[in-house]
Nanobody, 116 residues
Framework: QVQLVESGGGMVQPGESLRLSCSTSGSDFRLFAMGWYRQAPGKEREFVARITSGNSIRYVDSVKGRFSISRGDAANTVLLQMNRLTPEDTAVYFC??????????WGQGTQVTVSS
């Protein structure tokens, strides 16, 4: 199974930036996609961004132009650069991976708080 390790969450002021990182460990699976969901208090978990093995990228409308998802230098890693953060971006961010021929894997989640 794919095991995910997340880092980069924290507390910032509006307009500032954070970079989230997600990497796999002990995985020999070929991944179709990696990406991020988030869940704010009282809200349903929502899709944020993902990138496929073919470098197809998709974002939720609310983060287009501000967030950028990319592959990391190491295999099966993904970065989420979050710029011009707003309080509405406050949520727990979950990394996920979709392997070929296997079940989806999820990280534990990392808290992102945007507050003045």
């Amino acid at each position: 199974q794919v095991q995910l390790v997340e880092s980069g969450g924290g507390m910032v002021q509006p307009g500032e930036s954070l970079r989230l990182s997600c990497s796999t460990s002990g995985s020999d699976f070929r991944l179709f996609a990696m990406g991020w969901y988030r869940q704010a208090p009282g809200k349903e978990r929502e899709f944020v961004a993902r990138i496929t093995s073919g470098n197809s990228i998709r974002y939720v409308d609310s983060v287009k132009g501000r967030f950028s998802i990319s592959r990391g230098d190491a295999a099966n890693t993904v970065l989420l650069q979050m710029n011009r953060l707003t309080p509405e971006d406050t949520a727990v961010y979950f990394c996920y991976a979709k392997p070929y021929g296997g079940d989806d894997s999820w990280g534990q989640g990392t808290q992102v708080t945007v507050s003045s």
